[in-house]
């Protein structure tokens, strides 16, 4: 069935170190992939996406690269900053019309130390 | 440009009884999709409404009913409230046909029941 695997949490990094969340998914078909974030107390923002394979998305210095042959969709930022300290969640959704059910991974909280 | 608004933002409930949760979507946008977050989970989808229609559902019981409005807003419902049922309920409306694109989410309905 459609499902999201991501790693499990938390991951706490010192500020300017380097990020990797690795994300995988199962799926029918040729579905986006995207990448939200949860900041405390607040809903889900998308932070970025991509809809066929071999695509990046790029935001706030956040990168992911949709692989089709590892069925992946890992995000990284060379940086982080304080402020990055969130919940992100990974998931896909099917491009093909008639349905509609976005797929969510299970999040990863993120904590960055000053 | 109002976003995604949900109400109430919080509220108690006992066992059997029944709630209902208010969303109104971003500007422009005609589909809307709940979701139940559990604490430490990902979003699970509810169900999504277009044109009035429940369209997709998900894996919840009866128990979750749905409508929404001519003015494209929503109301999720749940009777006989069960312990489980305590969760962040999320609210995310699109563009119709939505598969593929991004969902813009409320800040959600944190619902306890005791």
């Known amino acids: 069935g459609n499902s999201v695997t991501q790693m499990e949490g938390p991951v706490t990094l010192s500020e300017e170190a380097f990020l990797t969340i690795n994300c995988t998914y199962t799926a029918t078909g040729y579905p986006s992939l995207f990448w939200y974030v949860q900041y405390p107390g607040e809903g889900l923002q998308l932070l970025l996406k991509a809809t066929k394979a071999d695509d990046k998305g790029s935001n706030k210095g956040f990168e992911a690269t949709y692989r089709k042959e590892t069925t992946s969709f890992h995000l990284e930022k060379g940086s982080v900053q304080v402020s990055d300290s969130a919940v992100y969640f990974c998931?896909?959704?099917?491009?093909?019309?008639?349905?509609?059910?976005?797929?969510f991974g299970t999040g990863t909280r993120l904590k960055v130390l000053a | 440009d109002a976003g995604v608004t949900q109400s109430p933002t919080h509220l108690i409930k006992t066992r059997g009884q029944q709630v209902t949760l208010r969303c109104s979507p971003k500007?422009?946008?005609?589909?809307v999709s709940w979701y139940q977050q559990a604490l430490g989970q990902g979003p699970q989808f509810i169900f999504q409404?277009?044109?009035?229609?429940?369209?997709q559902r998900g894996n919840f019981p009866d128990r979750f009913s749905g409508h929404q409005f001519p003015n494209y807003s929503s109301e999720l419902n749940v009777n006989a409230l069960l312990l489980g049922d305590s969760a962040l309920y999320l609210c995310?409306?699109?563009?119709?046909?939505?598969?593929?694109?991004?969902?813009?989410f409320g800040e959600g309905s944190r619902l306890t029941v005791l």
């Open positions: 998931a896909h959704s099917p491009t093909t019309s008639g349905t509609y059910k976005y797929i």
């Open positions: 995310a409306s699109s563009l119709w046909p939505s598969g593929g694109g991004e969902l813009f």
């Open positions: 409404y277009y044109e009035e229609e429940e369209r």
């Open positions: 500007s422009g946008h005609d589909t």
